[in-house]
């Protein structure tokens, strides 16, 4: 996946800088390289002995992190203020103190960049740059106390725990058609958008109805997973999403079945009873069950999912499937990404990427091999990498956590387009599989799509037959490699990524014609090519540059 967000900073010069071996992000995404690289703010190299298995091996080394000797103290914010120096840096995050001094010289982003958020609630500053990242383990010796008074409010829920509680165990008499309605939780809330639920029960079925009062649903926006008795459901809306969370009141089949009324925004969840036995209620809501709020308020949630295959795709690449669990229902959607997480040394370390097909369809036709029940996920692997290293390592029938799909890509952003032009830079590529197929083979308005690929050899271009196959299939789609050390005899096109060469390639079909413009790689090849585009003319409602 591309890994990057657009920096207002000025993009690294020298090509080697970019190819300086950095080991770790500490805050758990794990950069192998400065190409990798993806927050907003500019890396900086580290210093030997500062990488990701140096702050582990410090954190484990019993070394008082905190200054206290092991008491964790109440903060108030006049004595948080006071710790604003690098030499003494106390940060507060989501109403928890840390002195993140020791840390200073292990933070790939530079010392600069945790001052900004020296002696103050750092939460908002943390949550633009990485807001799935999982301080709590990573700073857990460094956690000084809590804030005397919480300076985030928690997210308001629609209706209490113990309102559901009494709801959810309301029983309901046998209606004329046989089944047995459960009382509708509704929401404190009298917003016309706020969804609801309704279940009933067969002899062998439990069936939940979610009203989401959106039109247009599909599966993409509907999440699903049921563990044991844990049920747990979310409903994408717009910006927001609605949870239903239930421990269920007996065990079910490992099955799960969604239907979805689009046009009406009915949700259907159908679970299989392991004993044909009469609920008496649905179960016990937990913490967030009936809430409805703002996605990055909500927070990842994970699920494990078995390697069941792992093939080459160039000397330095792999293409990775997963399977869901049985019980999951999960979809993600075109140009989004997923978080993976692996426990290294007893840290957990979580990186993003952006599942593919398993290959490019040339029949434009989905993939036969390509359900619902895989994740393909292309994945490049560093020498140095702590944590594609990790992966490469993986054997078939182990088990990695996946989260929830997250990115602001919208697929009307190509439906509206009539010339698309895809901007990408090694594994760059990848947002750009599913795009490249849905605008090949739903978007009829379309006249032109290119894709312009940066690499450095030709040994490192990611499927090239398949995209050559590709361009003689579909007179509208061209090809255009592109490479910065291409040996003596290479006859294509060579350099980086500029301000001519984009001239070049990238031109509207007709003067007037709408065009988008996708962008994924290096952060600094990704800074530069919006620049560059910028520059051309280009609007910014033209031009989207996938981040993580």
């Known amino acids: 996946m591309c890994r990057r967000r657009v920096s207002l900073r000025p993009a690294p010069s020298s090509g080697r800088q970019q190819e300086a071996v950095v080991r770790a992000h500490h805050g758990y995404y794990i950069p192998d390289k400065l190409e990798e690289f993806g927050p907003t703010f500019l890396w900086v190299p580290l210093k030997p002995g500062r990488s990701l298995m140096d702050w582990i091996r410090l954190t484990k080394s019993g070394k008082d992190m905190t200054g206290l000797k092991g008491r964790l103290i109440e903060v108030t914010e006049d ?49 633009q740059v990485h807001r799935w990242v999982n301080y709590e383990s990573m700073l857990k010796e460094c956690l000084v106390g809590r804030m005397a008074v919480k300076p ?14 009494k ?31 309704d279940w009933f029960q067969t002899d062998s079925l439990i069936t ?101 295959s792992k093939t080459e795709v160039t000397h330095d690449t792999r293409l990775f499937c997963l399977l869901l669990p049985e019980s999951t229902h999960l979809r993600v959607p075109i140009g989004q990404h997923v978080y993976l997480k692996q426990i290294i040394a007893g840290t957990e370390v979580v990186k993003p990427y952006t599942p593919v097909l398993p290959f490019l369809p040339l029949d434009f036709q989905e993939p036969s091999c390509h359900d619902s029940a895989h994740i393909y996920l292309m994945i490049k692997i560093y020498s140095c990498g702590l944590f594609t290293q990790a992966l490469d390592h993986l054997q078939i029938g182990d088990y990695i956590s996946v989260s929830n799909p997250e990115g602001s890509f919208k697929k009307s952003q190509v439906q509206t387009s009539e010339d698309l032009f895809l901007l990408a830079a090694g594994t760059g590529f990848t947002p750009m599989v599913k795009l490249l ?19 450095r050899t030709e040994d490192d271009i990611l499927w090239r037959n398949q ?14 490699f592109i490479l910065s050390q291409p040996i003596r005899d290479w006859v294509g096109k060579q350099g980086m990524i500029s301000s001519s060469l984009l001239s070049e390639f990238v031109k509207r079909s007709r003067k007037d014609s709408k065009v988008l413009i996708c962008i994924c790689g290096p952060a600094p090849f990704t800074e530069q090519g919006v620049q560059y585009l910028k520059d051309l003319g280009y609007s910014q409602e033209e031009v989207h540059p996938f981040t993580a």
């Open 467 to 480: 995209l050559q196959q590709l361009a003689l299939k579909d007179e509208r789609f061209e090809v255009q």
């Open 152 to 165: 985030i409010a928690a997210p308001k829920e629609i209706t209490s725990v113990s309102e559901e509680k």
């Open 79 to 127: 004595e948080l203020a006071k710790h604003n120096k690098k030499e003494d840096c106390w940060i507060c995050i989501r109403g928890f103190v840390y002195n993140v001094t020791p840390y200073m010289e292990y933070h790939p982003g530079g010392e600069d960049e945790l001052m900004k958020a020296a002696g103050t609630d750092g939460t908002d500053l943390f949550d």
């Open 167 to 197: 709801q959810l165990n309301v029983g309901h008499g046998v209606c004329p058609s046989g089944m047995l309605p459960e009382k509708k939780i509704l929401g404190a809330s009298s917003k016309d958008l706020t969804p609801s639920y």
């Open 437 to 455: 197929h849905f605008a090949l083979t739903e978007v009829s308005c379309l006249r032109t799509v290119k894709l312009i690929f940066f690499n």
């Open 208 to 308: 939940i109805v979610i009203y989401t009062k959106q039109k247009d649903m599909n599966a993409e926006l509907v999440i699903l997973d049921c563990e044991d008795k844990l049920l747990r459901g979310e409903i994408i809306v717009d910006d927001y999403s609605y949870l239903l969370e239930v421990d269920l009141d007996r065990a079910v089949q490992e099955y799960v079945a969604v239907n979805i009324a689009e046009k009406v925004g009915k949700v259907e969840i159908i679970l299989k009873k392991k004993d044909n036995v009469h609920w008496k209620i649905l179960g016990q809501p937990l913490e967030n069950h009936n809430t409805f709020m703002k996605r990055t308020d909500r927070g990842l949630f994970y699920r494990k999912c078995k390697l069941v």
